[in-house]
């Protein structure tokens, strides 16, 4: 979803997971879209939060600090924003699937 400086992102996280990798967008039982993504970290004192952080920033083309968890901070749910132009950021975003 475009926001006012960026982008916010749903995303359904797997911890423990073989390869980090982003899977894609799924559509969920309720209706609403998520993206799929897959971290090798364990869900331990933020350590796949911070995976997460660097995968999404590496494929959208953003330092780090553009990226911060909105909510969800210990579920496989969470809300992610990502600071920068919305327009750039949302074709990143098509770009997962």
């Known amino acids: 979803r475009p926001a006012p400086d960026g982008v916010t992102l749903t995303l359904r996280v797997t911890p ?10 799924e559509l969920r039982d309720d209706g609403s879209a998520v993206i799929r ?5 364990v869900p331990d004192k933020g350590k796949a939060n911070a995976a997460v952080t660097v995968l999404l920033a590496k494929a959208l083309g953003v330092p780090k600090s553009a990226i911060s968890v909105v909510s969800g901070e210990t579920a496989r749910l969470k809300t992610i924003a990502v600071a920068g132009d919305p327009a750039v950021l949302a074709g990143r975003v098509e770009a997962f699937g």
């Open 16 to 25: 423990n997971a073989g390869a980090d990798r982003i899977d894609g967008t």
């Open 37 to 41: 993504v897959r971290v090798t970290a």
